[in-house]
């Protein structure tokens, strides 16, 4: 078994925050590009993300 430090890592190109290879991911992580469901849904927004005031 593989340690998580070991496993292969991006950033979102939504909230830049890294994320880690999955398993379910194994036969497209090349085009894995957000870290959750939510952050796909947010892309194509320009709304702020939920919690932060709107400027």
Do not use: H, I, N, Q
């Not at 894995?32 to 709304?47: E, I, L, N």
């Amino acid at each position: 078994m593989k340690k998580k430090s070991d496993l292969p890592s991006k950033d979102c190109v939504v909230c830049g925050r890294p994320f880690v290879w999955r398993k379910k991911w194994e036969k497209v992580w090349e085009e894995v590009k957000y870290c959750s469901d939510a952050c796909r849904m947010r892309r194509g927004t320009s709304r702020p993300p939920a919690g932060l005031p709107s400027a």
